[in-house]
């Protein structure tokens, strides 16, 4: 239930302030600075998580022993919670992007 109050509060907030940087902006053009910025940071975002899945891939192919596979699974983890969040970031920034092309 939380959770789906963060999504609806953050669409809220998310919403106005975008609103209102298209139609109080006295820059013309504000709706494609806008979406170009959304779309350079999805961007970045999938070249991180590209990243991020190469070297969890690495890792899954060396061979570990003892206390050190354990520390190795520790780092795994905690790199493809990094990957998931990445990606499903850029997921929202391209959607949000592409809602707003919409719009205008």
Do not use: H, P, W
């Given at each position: 239930?939380?959770?789906?109050?963060?999504?609806?509060?953050?669409?809220?907030?998310?919403f106005f302030v975008v609103y209102a940087l298209?139609?109080?902006?006295?820059?013309?053009?504000?709706?494609?600075?806008?979406?170009?910025?959304?779309?350079?940071?999805?961007?970045?975002?999938?070249?991180?998580?590209?990243?991020?899945?190469?070297?969890?891939?690495?890792?899954?192919?060396?061979?570990?022993?003892?206390?050190?596979?354990?520390?190795?699974?520790?780092?795994?983890?905690k790199m493809f919670a990094d990957y998931s969040?990445?990606?499903?970031?850029?997921?929202?920034?391209?959607?949000?992007?592409?809602?707003?092309?919409?719009?205008?």
């Amino acid at each position: 239930m939380k959770l789906i109050l963060r999504f609806v509060i953050g669409g809220f907030v998310g919403f106005f302030v975008v609103y209102a940087l298209m139609n109080f902006s006295e820059v013309n053009f504000a709706g494609e600075i806008t979406v170009i910025s959304l779309i350079a940071i999805s961007t970045f975002l999938i070249a991180m998580s590209v990243f991020r899945f190469q070297k969890i891939k690495s890792l899954n192919t060396q061979n570990f022993g003892g206390d050190q596979e354990d520390k190795v699974e520790a780092r795994k983890y905690k790199m493809f919670a990094d990957y998931s969040l990445y990606a499903n970031s850029s997921f929202v920034l391209i959607l949000m992007s592409f809602v707003l092309l919409v719009i205008n």
